[in-house]
């Protein structure tokens, strides 16, 4: 039996476009499925047990079809109820997700860039007056494609002018200016690129060095200086903020938080601008870190106690109401999305036939992160799908996970 220590008691998955839903409960809570009862109210879902009633709060629009609760199959220590919902689609969510950096940059608009870990001003307050995309991260290897002779960009690199921002998947490329001297420091390191077939690890040797840019009040690293005026400034790094006077923002959300949000958010809107679902996250060196395969985002989650004296939401745990069983127990369903992961680690060599695969396949969408951001990712993911239903854990050698993208916003 799995160590249940991290797992809710009761876990709610709700899925919108599907108008459907899945109930876990361990059954060290409950002995029998006549001892559960499932009723809808008003935007909210009740769950009686014999140790007490749960209420989750769902969005506007969203409710549960009365009498749809049924038991379907469950697993070992669990058991599963299958629920059927009523979606109003016309009805906005009054909270919704934040977006990451790259949906929220405009034109003519002052913005100052801070270090994410120490909240430092990095940048001072810069008017872009173009905001442009850069070619997908596939691009290089697609202009053999293009081209019916030699490739053009072989010796060009695409730099922003003064007043520019030019955006890739990850990270934001914008010009060096004189106050940068006073917020960043320079480290350069050697890099060598990943091996070929015909190469062995004797005979390779560094073939460019990087100019690591990192915050000089922290010495957290933010980037590198991909040409003498360009730094290229990961969105996992830096938070960008519309000027509005000297230290008039919001606190940043914890670097956990925020990470978290971040990457939801590009999945999400690389895949609905470019219908991407399968993403590599790579190291700057080109080294594959993470396999992920993005399963849905219309996902609403909720972990409960499955006693009334505590209710809890992802790894937050809040005091409830009073100490009654009478008295309901209430959290809220929070937006998520779910994804599966592979780490693709020196050890795991058992999986890395479906790496190399993944490699080669040009629908899978390279995420360049720093190092150490991709291992805290990996961490992130392993510590949610611990809290996640045993059941739930793994499809085949993946494993699924639930990034809560609105946590801040509940």
């Not at 879902?45 to 469950?74: D, F, K, Y």
């Not at 490329?173 to 050697?190: I, K, N, P, Y």
């Amino acid at each position: 039996m799995g160590d249940n220590s991290k797992q809710a008691e009761v876990f709610l998955e709700l899925r919108k476009r599907l108008q459907s839903g899945l109930l876990v409960l361990r059954r060290d809570v409950v002995k029998s499925y006549s001892e559960v009862s499932v009723t809808g109210g008003d935007s909210s879902l009740h769950i009686r047990t014999p140790l007490g009633l749960q209420c989750v709060e769902l969005p506007a629009g969203v409710s549960l079809v009365e009498g749809s609760c049924r038991e379907a199959p469950g697993a070992g220590d669990e058991m599963h109820f299958r629920l059927r919902l009523s979606v109003d689609h016309q009805h906005p969510d009054k909270k919704e997700a934040p977006g990451s950096v790259m949906e929220s940059l405009q034109l003519h608009k002052s913005y100052c860039f801070h270090c994410q870990s120490c909240e430092t001003r990095v940048l001072e307050e810069r008017v872009f007056k173009r905001v442009l995309p850069l070619p997908n991260g596939n691009w290089n290897s697609l202009v053999d494609d293009w081209c019916c002779h030699p490739d053009p960009f072989a010796n060009l690199k695409l730099l922003p002018r003064v007043d520019d921002c030019l955006m890739g998947d990850t990270y934001l490329l914008v010009s060096r200016d004189a106050g940068c001297d006073e917020t960043l420091t320079q480290e350069c390191r050697s890099i060598t690129n990943k091996m070929s077939d015909s190469q062995s690890q004797d005979t390779q040797k560094p073939n460019w060095r990087r100019k690591l840019v990192s915050c000089k009040s922290c010495s957290v690293g933010l980037g590198e200086a991909v040409a003498p005026d360009t730094l290229k400034l990961f969105i996992t790094e830096v938070t960008v903020r519309p000027s509005a006077g000297d230290h008039q923002f919001d606190t940043s959300p914890d670097r956990s938080l925020f990470l978290e949000q971040t990457i939801a958010a590009r999945l999400v809107e690389l895949s609905s601008s470019q219908s991407m679902f399968r993403f590599s996250l790579q190291t700057p060196e080109g080294k594959a870190f993470i396999l992920l395969w993005l399963l849905n985002s219309d996902s609403l989650i909720a972990s409960l106690s499955a006693t009334p004296f505590t209710a809890v939401s992802g790894d937050v745990v809040c005091p409830s109401q009073p100490k009654c069983c009478e008295h309901p127990s209430g959290t809220k369903a929070v937006s998520a999305i779910k994804v599966l992961y592979l780490p693709c680690l020196l050890s795991a060599s058992t999986h890395q036939d479906v790496v190399e695969t993944w490699e080669k396949d040009i629908s899978v969408h390279p995420l360049e992160l720093p190092s150490a951001t991709c291992q805290e990712v990996l961490l992130l993911l392993t510590a949610s799908t611990s809290c996640l239903p045993l059941s739930l854990h793994s499809m085949n050698s993946y494993k699924p996970q639930l990034p809560v993208m609105a946590a801040a916003l509940t």
